[in-house]
Every structure is written in C-alpha cells, then in structure tokens.
C-alpha cells in the first residue's frame, strides 16, 4: 500500500506539472493581450515627460515613462492586459491637467518596448522593479506614492500593496479574481476555472491592504462586472470608498465617467493623510 502511495504521489505530481506547463502558453493567450508598436508618447499630448528604462530582478529591461507634475503625490500606473502605454496617453494628460499628480507609467514584460513576455509572476516581478524605481528618484517623496491599478493592473497594484503600503491606493473596473473573470468570461471552457488556480486572488488578499482605498466601476462594465468590483470593495479594510459610474463602461471610465469621475480622484487625493 505503501508503494502504491507513493506511485499515486508521483502521479499526482506529473499531472500537476503538465497543467502548469500546459497553462503557461494558454495564459498568454487568453490573459495578456499586449501591442508592441507605441504610437503615441505624453510628447504628442504636449506633456514634458522622461523616457525610462528600469531592469526588473531577472534581469528584463522595461520601458517607461515619467509625467512630473505639481503636487507632492506620485501616481504609479499598473495598466490593464490590452495594448500598451502609448493607448494611455490621453488619461495621462487629463491626469495631468486635473489632478497634477506627478505620473510614472510602464509596460509589462511583452509590452509596447519592455523586454521578454508577460506572465502573473512576471507583472508582479515587473511592478515591484517600477516601485523601486519610484521611490529611489532624488525628486519624489517616496512616502506619498498612490497606485493606480485599471482592470488587470488592479490585481497587480492590491499584491504590491500587500508587500508595500502606499500612501493611498484607487482600483479601476477591478476584478475579484482571474478564477472569477475565466468563467465569466470563457463560460465554454469549464476547466479553466480549476487551471487557473489563486492567481491574481484580489477578493483573498484586498483585506491585508492596510491604505486609503478608492474603488471606482462603470455600472455598464459589460467585460468585468460591476458586482465584482463591489464585492471587492465589500471585501476590503476601511478607509475606503466605493463610487460606481452610472453610464460608464470598462475601457470609458474617465470619458462616461464624466464629472463624477474625476471629483472622486480628486476629492480622494486630498482626503489623503498629510
């Protein structure tokens, strides 16, 4: 019996392991969704900006840039799974001009000029190069760092914030985890669920964020739903607010959002400890 114990062991072991390898290429292909050309820069928005190039524990190269603004906060973007920086350079500059928060926005690895390819494991590695980064510049208060994490990027921001409080943090259309996005969003592939595992488990880490939090979700989010980002609001330590944009839908939040939108950022930066 004994024998047989370990036989199944092994077993369950090898199976294990060909589900991870057999994820690895699905993952990329039904998770991250990056472009490489970067049409745009904060240059074409008429924004003063640096171009960064930060290196990642691992060694990975990624690319970056660096808004400065005229407050004393530091916004740090974590983007969603499409495209790359360059499809942020509107918000950037809104951000600019109604916030005044100075900006540090990067790719992920696979992204627009980041070097090698995206993976969970390799966007929280990514993150935590871009904080580093963030806080060892001469001209930021690395003690008034907020992070702003857009659908994907708000599961990034709640694992690095776990690591590392920032001074306040502001989710957008978050999700409460990749199990619960794969069956709302691949209903046809029952397995994936079981695959995917805890990654990106936002509902089961939010409550160990010990920071002001901003939670903010289009009511006519038609990729994440709405229900999700209250859960994982419901989920989470006070401070925190929870503001949901009546005609907003994923991708529109700061367009569908209108007025609403941007006085909830505001009116969360200056609620901000001092």
């Known amino acids: 019996m004994r024998g047989k114990g370990i036989l199944f062991g092994l077993a369950a072991v090898a199976v294990v392991g060909l589900l991870v390898s ?9 998770v991250f969704f990056p472009t490489r050309e970067v049409a745009l820069t904060p240059g074409d928005a008429g924004l003063e900006f640096e171009d960064v190039f ?12 660096y808004v400065p603004g005229r407050r004393e906060e530091t916004w740090v973007w974590f983007h969603g799974n499409g495209g790359n920086v360059g499809h942020r350079v509107e ?15 990067f790719d992920y690895r696979g992204y627009g000029n980041s070097d090698g390819a995206a993976s969970v494991e390799n966007t929280h590695q990514d993150a935590r190069a871009a904080l ?25 921001a709640v694992q690095l914030a776990v690591e590392h ?14 199990r619960d996005m794969a069956k709302a969003a691949y209903p046809g592939l029952p397995f994936l669920p079981r695959l995917v595992g805890s990654r990106y488990d936002s509902l089961k ?19 994440v739903p709405v229900e999700q980002g209250i859960r994982l609001f419901e989920a989470a330590s006070e401070p925190k607010s929870l503001v949901i944009l009546p005609t907003a839908g994923h991708n529109d939040t ?14 969360f930066l200056d609620s901000l400890p001092r």
């Open 254 to 267: 700061y367009e569908a959002g209108g007025g609403l939108y941007w006085r909830s950022l505001a009116g």
């Open 165 to 178: 409080r920032p001074l306040g943090m502001v989710l957008v259309s978050p999700f409460t985890s990749l």
């Open 54 to 65: 930060i290196e990642t524990a691992g060694g990975e190269r990624l690319h970056g840039w």
């Open 132 to 156: 580093e980064y963030v806080r060892g510049r001469g001209d930021v208060d690395g003690e008034r760092v907020v992070y702003f994490g857009r659908s994907l990027g708000a599961a990034v």
């Open 22 to 30: 057999f994820f690895a290429p699905l993952e990329r292909m039904l």
């Open 91 to 105: 918000e950037l500059a809104q951000f600019h001009r109604r916030l005044g928060v100075n900006q540090f926005i």
């Open 205 to 223: 880490q939010i409550p160990q964020v010990d920071a002001p939090l901003l939670v903010i979700h289009g009511q006519q989010d038609d990729i």
